[in-house]
């Protein structure tokens, strides 16, 4: 079974950055589509980007375009999100989370595999 694990987040100062990592194991992320989400207090759960099984990104959230970007590393297994000049509206909790091969629809309930998420604080 796939288990998803986040790491990298933390507390950094507006304008910074930060990358966030998530890491597969129990299968192999090379067909699956890996997408990052994230959840402020009180706010619901958004997309922010994805990343198919074959390479091609996908923007959820237009607020992040040209700040953060998201790549992948099938011998590490590994989904990255580089996310720079951070804006405190960026805090949140970010999830990362798979399911077969596309990105679109944006549809959460369709992502069968969930990390249990890494706090990211933005704040100076």
């Known amino acids: 079974q796939l288990r998803l694990v986040e790491s990298g987040g933390g507390l950094v100062q507006p304008g910074g950055s930060l990358r966030l990592s998530c890491t597969a194991s129990g299968a192999t992320l090379d067909y699956n589509a890996v997408g990052w989400f994230r959840q402020a207090p009180g706010k619901e759960r958004e997309g922010v980007l994805c990343i198919s099984g074959t390479g091609s990104s996908t923007i959820y959230l237009d607020s992040v375009e040209g700040r953060f970007t998201i790549s992948k590393d099938n011998d590490k297994n590994t989904v990255y999100l580089q996310m720079n000049e951070l804006e405190p509206e960026d805090s949140a909790v970010y999830y990362c989370?798979?399911?077969?091969?596309?990105?679109?629809?944006?549809?959460?309930?369709?992502?069968?595999?969930w990390g249990q998420g890494t706090q990211v604080t933005v704040s100076s």
């Open positions: 989370a798979s399911r077969p091969y596309r990105c679109d629809p944006l549809r959460l309930d369709t992502f069968g595999f």
